[in-house]
């Protein structure tokens, strides 16, 4: 059972580490890389120096959402983190815009172990190791021939470490001994719906625009001209969007399927994208669509005769 899985308890109340393996892991080289990355995310690359990154939207034309990434920049290069199904298209997406620049693309995916220490005693484990502990989103600093990064999957506080795939079972070990306990992908799961973290791919996808997710620290609104900000920036001007991502709970003994809808009396007032059912909490956590109109009225939501609050958790981290 979920709810006595040491994993998942770690994460709640101790420090638990994740194997990431297999996360997008890019490099990117060349004087014009900068440049490059600037025009084609949402957020403002050309101001970050050596040792800081940023969250970020790739957009298409319209707006809408291909992918997410952290950018982390260093002294020879940048270094981007991304969700294993857009690993391979956000190589080839970039790759498709180098046309005259200095800008060299290599992936490092199958050569790099991922590995997360998260929850509220992370930074002990951390400390324990003498290993480095950015405190900024997407603040990174090396750690013997390790870089380690101030990101989390779950929301909770968390590092990640990169480091060569061949020393993955050492770290892990050393992230045991230091007092971290491993944390399947189930917990992982109920642990970021309990926080409201949404995932690329599952709760937004290129059906979705940066305002409906509501991650505005992936958007910077005065960097100037970059490949969908016409539609961003018309959003804004604009004032709102039509639906908005939000933290749920519902009352269930069972988390609802994906595309569950939602209904303000009678009506369609959204639906789910992720859900799972949460020991703390004793009902089902979720992340799902609500139009502006069901939000703007306060009607009571439901879900198959279940009860749907909206949930006013703290920002995950991301």
Avoid at 8 to 33: N, P
Avoid at 111 to 119: D, F, K, N, R, T
Avoid at 232 to 257: C, F, K, N, W
Wanted: glycine share 8%.
């Amino acid at each position: 059972m979920i709810g006595v899985h040491p994993g998942y308890q770690a994460l709640r109340e101790g420090a638990a580490w994740l194997d990431l393996t297999g996360r997008g892991f890019l490099r990117v080289t060349g004087e014009d890389s900068a440049r490059l990355l600037h025009a084609l995310c949402s957020n403002h690359v050309e101001q970050l120096r050596p040792g800081d990154g940023c969250y970020a939207f790739i957009l298409n034309a319209q707006g809408h959402i291909l992918a997410d990434v952290h950018i982390l920049r260093r002294a020879e290069d940048f270094l981007l983190d991304t969700e294993p199904e857009t690993a391979r298209f956000v190589c080839q997406h970039l790759d498709k815009h180098i046309i005259a620049d200095d800008v060299s693309l290599e992936d490092l995916t199958a050569q790099s172990a991922v590995l997360a220490i998260e929850g509220p005693r992370a930074a002990a484990v951390l400390e324990a190791l003498s290993a480095p502990r950015p405190k900024i989103l997407c603040q990174h600093a090396p750690w013997e021939d390790a870089l380690v990064a101030r990101l989390s999957v779950t929301g909770l506080p968390g590092w990640r470490v990169f480091a060569p795939r061949e020393r993955k079972d050492a770290l892990a070990g050393q992230l045991e001994e230091a007092g971290a306990v491993p944390a399947g992908a189930e917990a992982v799961r109920v642990a970021r719906l309990e926080v409201g973290k949404p995932r690329c791919g599952e709760d937004f996808t290129d059906q979705h625009l940066p305002q409906e997710t509501q991650l505005l620290h992936a958007v910077h609104f005065s960097k100037g001209c970059y490949l969908g900000q016409e539609i961003v920036e018309r959003i804004r001007s604009q004032g709102h969007v039509r639906r908005l991502l939000m933290p749920l709970t519902v009352d269930a003994p069972e988390a609802p399927a994906p595309g569950a809808k939602i209904l303000a009396g009678e009506r369609e007032a959204g639906e789910i994208t992720s859900a799972a059912f949460s020991p703390a909490l004793a009902k089902a956590v979720a992340l799902g669509f609500l139009h502006h109109d069901a939000l703007a009225s306060g009607a009571r939501l439901t879900l198959d005769g279940a009860s749907v609050e909206v949930r006013s958790a703290r920002p995950p981290e991301c």
